[in-house]
């Protein structure tokens, strides 16, 4: 394998055992790239950098949209509890509310409230 050293040990320890060495490379194989000449090493590694970069823009374009989502959610939040202060602010709110559930309901803003 052309290693020295920290895995020879592991290729002489599995030498005999062809099953597991089969199960190893199968493991390895999709990683395992053969290069015949530097113009291919180069082709290679300007794949990989342009891969790379790609993968930045879409980190980036991530980071953007994510941003960009929790600013509308703060805005919705924010817009939701405005308008539920302005519907229990509301008088008519309380009055259809005493209607469903059958009796008066004060509001509020109502003298008679006693909350």
């Given at each position: 394998?052309?290693?020295?050293?920290?895995l020879s040990a592991e290729?002489?320890?599995l030498k005999d055992d062809s099953e597991t060495?089969?199960?190893?490379?199968?493991?390895?194989?999709?990683?395992?790239a053969v290069l015949s000449d530097?113009?291919?090493v180069h082709?290679?590694?300007e794949e990989t950098k342009g891969l790379r970069q790609q993968v930045q823009d879409l980190k980036e374009r991530l980071q953007l949209q994510e941003e960009e989502v929790k600013r509308g959610n703060i805005k919705y939040q924010v817009e939701t509890e405005e308008l539920l202060k302005e519907l229990v602010n509301h008088p008519k709110?309380?009055?259809?509310?005493?209607?469903?559930v059958?009796?008066?309901?004060?509001g509020p803003n109502d003298s008679t409230n006693t909350k």
């Open positions: 394998m052309g290693e020295e050293g920290y290729y002489r320890r060495m089969a199960k190893m490379y199968k493991q390895g194989e999709p990683y395992l530097q113009t291919e082709e290679f590694r709110f309380w009055n259809l509310l005493g209607k469903h059958g009796r008066d309901i004060p």
